[in-house]
């Protein structure tokens, strides 16, 4: 089945810094979502983007998603240290309502 | 603004008893979900619900496992014999009809069997 794979697995910057991370995917998608989970805490959902867009733009959030190489990148520009969280892509399969979640990108942003 | 809620936050059972998670969507959503993650590991899909019946599980979602939607507010995911390794944090999500591809995300119940 397909998953939306995260690297890297953790990524430590200081505040003020630029954050990327990426995910890679195996078969098709509608689209493709970042979710954030802050320790212990529930999926906040931060951006979609669909399998007909190139990039797409969210505050200091940044997306881009590559589907011949099935890969997106997420970049976070001027991190502040309560971007500190998990990060997660989801992807949408073309055939249902699941979405399958990768492993995530454990962000630290220390003041 | 609106947001999914879940009760309990946290949940201590015995192995082999029932258990049921409780969750209210958003108000005017139409699609739900429950989602699990074992610790230090990925949200795993259980289950969506759409129209008063199942229209997606997976795999983990055996007969163990049952969803209802008893009013029409709340949502719940029933464990009618628990094991040790439904030892998870549990996630409902809903999503609206027009724009169903986007899921909010409850806190989660985290469920520890013994």
């Known amino acids: 089945s397909q998953q939306g794979e995260e690297d890297p697995q953790a990524l430590s910057i200081q505040e003020g810094e630029n954050a990327t991370m990426n995910c890679s995917y195996k078969?098709?998608?509608?689209?493709l979502q970042w979710y954030r989970q802050n320790s212990g805490r529930g999926l906040v959902h931060l951006i979609l983007?669909?399998?007909?867009?190139r990039e797409k733009h969210s505050g200091r959030l940044r997306v881009t998603l590559d589907t011949s190489k099935k890969s997106s990148s997420l970049l976070i520009t001027a991190s502040r240290a309560a971007d500190t969280a998990s990060y997660f892509c989801?992807?949408?399969?073309?055939?249902?309502?699941?979405?399958?979640f990768g492993k995530g990108t454990s962000l630290l942003v220390t003041p | 603004e609106p947001e999914v809620t879940q009760t309990p936050s946290h949940q201590v059972t015995q192995m082999g008893q029932e258990v049921i998670l409780r969750c209210v969507p958003i108000?005017?959503?139409?699609?739900f979900y429950w989602y699990r993650q074992i610790l230090g590991q990925k949200v795993e899909f259980l289950v969506s619900?759409?129209?008063?019946?199942?229209?997606?599980k997976s795999e983990i979602f055996d007969d163990q496992f049952s969803v209802e939607r008893p009013d029409g507010s709340n949502f719940t995911l029933k464990i009618r014999s628990t094991k040790l390794e439904d030892s998870a944090m549990y996630f409902c999500?809903?999503?609206?009809?027009?724009?169903?591809?986007?899921?909010?995300f409850g806190p989660g119940t985290r469920l520890l069997v013994l």
């Open positions: 999500a809903s999503s609206e009809g027009t724009d169903w591809e986007t899921q909010y």
């Open positions: 078969t098709s998608i509608n689209n």
């Open positions: 983007i669909r399998s007909n867009e």
């Open positions: 989801a992807t949408d399969p073309n055939s249902g309502y699941a979405l399958n």
């Open positions: 108000s005017n959503h139409l699609y």
């Open positions: 619900f759409y129209n008063n019946e199942i229209s997606e």
